[in-house]
């Protein structure tokens, strides 16, 4: 599977992005997705993760109430509709997949996920 993530640039505070990414397979509606995001130095953690049906979503508690993780199967793509953004925000956020069962305590484990995209530079400014 190959993960194409787009949507990221520059924004204010208080601002709005929504990131997109594209799976390659038809068998992306089968995939457990999640949106990490990265800063130099420090390590890539779990913005937001979707189940395949979109029936189960889990939030990092930093971005609860401003992000929210949707996913259209047909269309082999699931997005992050990111408001009110804050410079701590500020990342080169990936999207990735898995085919594996998770429960609620693996959501957030980047070693559960196997394929990657290639990230995408959002940057909030104060």
């Known amino acids: 599977v190959q993960l194409q993530a787009s949507g990221g640039g520059s924004v204010q505070a208080g601002g709005s992005l929504r990131l997109s990414c594209a799976a390659s397979e038809r068998t992306f509606s089968s995939a457990f997705m999640g949106w990490f995001r990265q800063t130099p130095g420090k390590e890539r953690d779990i913005v937001a993760a979707?189940?395949?049906?979109?029936?189960?979503?889990y939030y990092a508690d930093s971005v609860k109430g401003r992000f929210t993780i949707s996913r259209d199967n047909a269309k082999n793509t699931v997005f992050l509709q990111m408001n009110n953004l804050k410079p701590e925000d500020t990342a080169v956020y990936y999207c990735?997949?898995?085919?594996?069962?998770?429960?609620?305590?693996?959501?957030?484990?980047?070693?559960?996920?196997?394929?990657w995209g290639q990230g995408t530079q959002v940057t909030v400014s104060s």
């Open positions: 979707i189940s395949s049906r979109g029936s189960r979503t």
């Open positions: 990735a997949a898995t085919f594996g069962s998770l429960i609620s305590s693996t959501y957030s484990q980047r070693d559960r996920y196997d394929y």
